[in-house]
């Protein structure tokens, strides 16, 4: 649904008073014909930070990167970013820097680049021959002006450790909202001035600053998840400097931000998102090849759906004990709702088999059990960056209201988006520079957004809207079940993202692609 007319309206009064103040105001560009001149005016007041690159082991060039804290003041306190390059393997044909977001937000950027620049469906060597491969941890983030929320790590594990499981009754969500409260206090005792300045949109200031430092005249992208985000965002704030963006697993980008209309205040993040309806769909595609796997799925025998119906109300009752673990309600339903790997479909199946086999049984019934551990600052990011970009909804009703209205719609998994982002709800710090809109300010060249069909975390319709509100763009439509290219194995994605990144051509119109595989093959 967009936003309404008065809406429109409030939007483009925002949209001037940002061109005019906070975000920047537009400076002479050399851009092309049709494109937008803007250009975010505290960017350009920054320094090029000066990279200074060694070997990092296993091929890896190492640097770090000083940018401001505070680009409203650049010539103030630095921070430094962890940046990591993997160097186009043909120099002689090389054409440029691609960089990497690979979602979250909140994971390290360094550590997934290490890990999955060689996972051919993502990274072809053909792609690595003509690109540095770059990423960074973002502001915030792991080695880069990390959010910290407790004085020691044995603190950090304890409290989130404790944090209650989803609640499933009005009478579980008081001691929920209590821990969501306590931890958001933690953050703004703890974290230090990197709170206030957490935001995507100085994210988007460090990339460019990143793409002046590696001597790129415009950037060449690909954003993954919440990286789609980043890449809008950047976008609307230098669209002369784009030269191919790739939006791969893609958001609602304003829905993301602001909600349409008046859901900002009135609906939780991940509801206005329907990430519910989009976990319901994938699990429903999920069971489907299950059954038609065959043995080659564990869950496959009888009716899958009927079995899933059997185990998830059978565990409302009391937890289930597997291979000496309790598995509560909530816990089932959050491993059923982790869908964005495909390649752990067959690992899920026989995990649903287990529980629906000992589910029946006396020794199945067990007191529930706590204590999961945590390592690295990922939710303490997570929450800085995503509570500084979005307006949600701050009276605990409206998640009350929702679990019970998102339970009627969406049974089992309706919950999940009510109480994903609770945390929010109480957080204080606050960063001026956020970006708001607008999102389709025209760029230098057209954007491909990639999805799945069945995509549990950025549903197919989130990513139509989002491409929708961009200026230019094209969505390409995975045939399969799962969260982005990254997760969801397709040659064909890869060669329509590396021809459009080698050429900044789109493909013709009408362009699918079908995955390289059934997970249980």
């Given at each position: 649904?967009?936003?309404?007319?008065?809406?429109?309206?409030?939007?483009?009064?925002?949209?001037?008073?940002?061109?005019?103040?906070?975000?920047?105001?537009?400076?002479?560009?050399?851009?092309?014909?049709?494109?937008?001149?803007?250009?975010?005016?505290?960017?350009?007041?920054?320094?090029?930070?000066?990279?200074?690159?060694?070997?990092?082991?296993?091929?890896?060039?190492?640097?770090?990167?000083?940018?401001?804290?505070?680009?409203?003041?650049?010539?103030?306190?630095?921070?430094?970013?962890?940046?990591?390059?993997?160097?186009?393997?043909?120099?002689?044909?090389?054409?440029?820097?691609?960089?990497?977001?690979?979602?979250?937000?909140?994971?390290?950027?360094?550590?997934?680049?290490?890990?999955?620049?060689?996972?051919?469906?993502?990274?072809?060597?053909?792609?690595?021959?003509?690109?540095?491969?770059?990423?960074?941890?973002?502001?915030?983030?792991?080695?880069?002006?990390?959010?910290?929320?407790?004085?020691?790590?044995?603190?950090?594990?304890?409290?989130?450790?404790?944090?209650?499981?989803?609640?499933?009754?009005?009478?579980?969500?008081?001691?929920?909202?209590?821990?969501?409260?306590?931890?958001?206090?933690?953050?703004?005792?703890?974290?230090?001035?990197?709170?206030?300045?957490?935001?995507?949109?100085?994210?988007?200031?460090?990339?460019?600053?990143?793409?002046?430092?590696?001597?790129?005249?415009?950037?060449?992208?690909?954003?993954?998840?919440?990286?789609?985000?980043?890449?809008?965002?950047?976008?609307?704030?230098?669209?002369?400097?784009?030269?191919?963006?790739?939006?791969?697993?893609?958001?609602?980008?304003?829905?993301?931000?602001?909600?349409?209309?008046?859901?900002?205040?009135?609906?939780?993040?991940?509801?206005?998102?329907?990430?519910?309806?989009?976990?319901?769909?994938?699990?429903?595609?999920?069971?489907?090849?299950?059954?038609?796997?065959?043995?080659?799925?564990?869950?496959?025998?009888?009716?899958?759906?009927?079995?899933?119906?059997?185990?998830?109300?059978?565990?409302?009752?009391?937890?289930?004990?597997?291979?000496?673990?309790?598995?509560t309600y909530t816990a089932i339903l959050n491993a059923a709702a982790s869908l964005s790997q495909s390649s752990t479909y067959p690992d899920l199946a026989v995990l649903l088999q287990k529980l629906?086999?000992?589910?029946?049984?006396?020794?199945?019934?067990?007191?529930?059990?706590?204590?999961?551990?945590?390592?690295?600052?990922?939710?303490?990011?997570?929450?800085?960056?995503?509570?500084?970009?979005?307006?949600?909804?701050?009276?605990?009703?409206?998640?009350?209201?929702?679990?019970?209205?998102?339970?009627?719609?969406?049974?089992?998994?309706?919950?999940?988006?009510?109480?994903?982002?609770?945390?929010?709800?109480?957080?204080?710090?606050?960063?001026?520079?956020?970006?708001?809109?607008?999102?389709?300010?025209?760029?230098?060249?057209?954007?491909?957004?990639?999805?799945?069909?069945?995509?549990?975390?950025?549903?197919?319709?989130?990513?139509?809207?989002?491409?929708?509100?961009?200026?230019?763009?094209?969505?390409?439509?995975?045939?399969?079940?799962?969260?982005?290219?990254?997760?969801?194995?397709?040659?064909?994605?890869?060669?329509?993202?590396?021809?459009?990144?080698?050429?900044?051509?789109?493909?013709?119109?009408?362009?699918?692609?079908?995955?390289?595989?059934?997970?249980?093959?």
């Amino acid at each position: 649904m967009g936003p309404n007319r008065s809406h429109r309206i409030r939007r483009a009064v925002t949209a001037l008073v940002v061109g005019a103040g906070v975000l920047g105001t537009p400076v002479s560009a050399s851009a092309e014909d049709g494109v937008d001149a803007y250009v975010d005016r505290l960017a350009q007041a920054a320094d090029t930070p000066a990279l200074q690159w060694s070997d990092c082991q296993d091929g890896f060039q190492c640097s770090s990167a000083k940018v401001p804290l505070d680009y409203n003041q650049p010539q103030r306190e630095q921070i430094e970013l962890a940046v990591i390059k993997l160097p186009a393997t043909d120099p002689s044909h090389r054409i440029g820097t691609l960089f990497v977001n690979f979602g979250g937000p909140g994971p390290s950027g360094v550590d997934r680049l290490r890990e999955r620049v060689r996972w051919p469906w993502l990274f072809s060597d053909e792609l690595r021959s003509r690109f540095d491969v770059v990423s960074w941890d973002s502001r915030s983030v792991a080695r880069s002006a990390a959010v910290r929320c407790f004085p020691t790590v044995d603190e950090q594990l304890v409290f989130l450790g404790s944090m209650p499981e989803m609640p499933t009754a009005a009478s579980e969500e008081a001691p929920f909202y209590d821990w969501s409260r306590e931890f958001a206090d933690r953050c703004v005792q703890q974290a230090g001035p990197i709170l206030n300045h957490a935001s995507t949109a100085n994210t988007a200031r460090d990339l460019d600053l990143l793409r002046r430092a590696v001597g790129d005249p415009k950037l060449t992208y690909h954003g993954i998840s919440y990286g789609t985000q980043l890449g809008a965002i950047y976008a609307n704030m230098f669209p002369s400097r784009v030269r191919a963006l790739v939006f791969d697993g893609s958001m609602d980008f304003e829905g993301s931000a602001n909600g349409h209309g008046a859901q900002g205040t009135t609906v939780p993040l991940d509801t206005r998102q329907d990430v519910a309806g989009a976990i319901a769909a994938t699990f429903d595609a999920f069971l489907q090849q299950c059954s038609a796997a065959g043995p080659r799925c564990a869950f496959s025998s009888g009716d899958p759906r009927l079995k899933w119906t059997a185990l998830a109300e059978r565990a409302r009752l009391a937890p289930i004990r597997v291979d000496g673990q309790a598995w509560t309600y909530t816990a089932i339903l959050n491993a059923a709702a982790s869908l964005s790997q495909s390649s752990t479909y067959p690992d899920l199946a026989v995990l649903l088999q287990k529980l629906f086999d000992a589910g029946t049984t006396i020794p199945g019934l067990l007191p529930v059990a706590h204590g999961a551990s945590y390592l690295g600052n990922r939710t303490e990011a997570y929450h800085a960056i995503q509570c500084t970009d979005s307006v949600v909804p701050t009276d605990t009703g409206v998640y009350s209201r929702a679990a019970v209205s998102e339970d009627l719609r969406v049974p089992y998994f309706g919950r999940v988006a009510v109480f994903s982002s609770t945390t929010c709800a109480f957080w204080q710090a606050r960063d001026a520079d956020r970006y708001t809109g607008p999102w389709n300010r025209r760029t230098a060249a057209p954007i491909l957004v990639l999805n799945s069909r069945f995509d549990p975390a950025t549903p197919l319709s989130g990513a139509s809207a989002g491409a929708a509100q961009l200026a230019s763009a094209q969505v390409v439509v995975i045939e399969g079940a799962g969260h982005s290219s990254m997760y969801v194995p397709s040659a064909c994605a890869e060669r329509v993202k590396r021809e459009y990144l080698v050429t900044g051509g789109l493909p013709p119109q009408g362009t699918g692609c079908a995955i390289d595989k059934s997970p249980f093959d």
